[in-house]
T-cell receptor, first 112, second 112 residues
Framework: IAGITQAPTSQILAAGRRMTLRCTQD?????MYWYRQDLGLGLRLIHY???????GKGEVPDGYSVSRANTDDFPLTLASAVPSQTSVYFC???????????FGQGTRLTVV | DAKTTQPPSMDCAEGRAANLPCNHS???????VYWYRQIHSQGPQYIIH???NNETNEMASLIITEDRKSSTLILPHATLRDTAVYYC?????????????FGSGTRLSIRP
């Protein structure tokens, strides 16, 4: 049972480059979420999706975009990375909005 | 939006019960209280949630006061593996969408 999988595990990215963080779940969960976690700031919600075909903005959406073409995948794209986007990114899913969420193991992104 | 207040840190002796408090004085009638924890560098893990009644599962117990303005997470027999940051969350409803918003949490240290 895979649950929720994120890729890559870590990445060093040059500023200005485009990057897509992948998130896939095999639990047929309707809701999915992207968070970033920075030292001293805790987890902050970037974007979320209620169900396939819909997305919404979280607390810190600027500089990020998401899509939800199907139930399983919820990629997060940085169109032009900046150093302030250096962070650990967590993807999560839940059966429906606001039920217990299952988190991936995270992607550590460093923008230089 | 209902927000939560937790002590920044606590410690507990191994084998003893760990009691983690959370204040949510502005919680509304249909908002649930959720608890997650995050062990160093891992994704957050769901622990338990409740609305009005006390809840218990294999991991912990959740005690919610009658006025629902505060709650306590109880780890009945703390082990070293319970060392983590514990997050108390209440559901946020915004524009018909619900999002899981994390606060700063309580860093629980279990001492041998």
């Amino acid at each position: 049972i895979a649950g929720i999988t994120q890729a890559p595990t870590s990445q060093i990215l040059a500023a200005g480059r485009r990057m897509t963080l992948r998130c896939t779940q095999d639990m047929r969960h309707n809701a999915m979420y992207w968070y970033r976690q920075d030292l001293g700031l805790g987890l902050r919600l970037i974007h979320y999706s209620n169900t396939a075909g819909t997305t919404g903005k979280g607390e810190v959406p600027d500089g990020y975009s998401v899509s939800r073409a199907n139930t399983d995948d919820f990629p997060l794209t940085l169109a032009s990375a900046v150093p302030s986007q250096t962070s650990v990114y967590f993807c999560a899913s839940s059966v429906r909005l606001n039920t217990e969420a299952f988190f991936g193991q995270g992607t550590r992104l460093t923008v230089v | 939006d209902a927000k939560t207040t937790q002590p920044p840190s606590m410690d507990c002796a191994e084998g003893r019960a760990a009691n983690l408090p959370c204040n949510h004085s502005t919680i509304s009638g249909n908002e649930y209280v959720y608890w997650y924890r995050q062990i160093h560098s891992q994704g957050p893990q769901y622990i338990i949630h409740g609305l009005k009644n006390n809840e218990t599962n294999e991991m912990a117990s959740l005690i919610i006061t009658e006025d629902r303005k505060s709650s306590t997470l109880i780890l009945p027999h703390a082990t070293l593996r319970d060392t983590a940051v514990y997050y108390c969350i209440v559901r946020v409803d915004y524009s018909s969408a619900s999002k899981i918003i994390f606060g700063s949490g309580t860093r629980l240290s279990i001492r041998p």
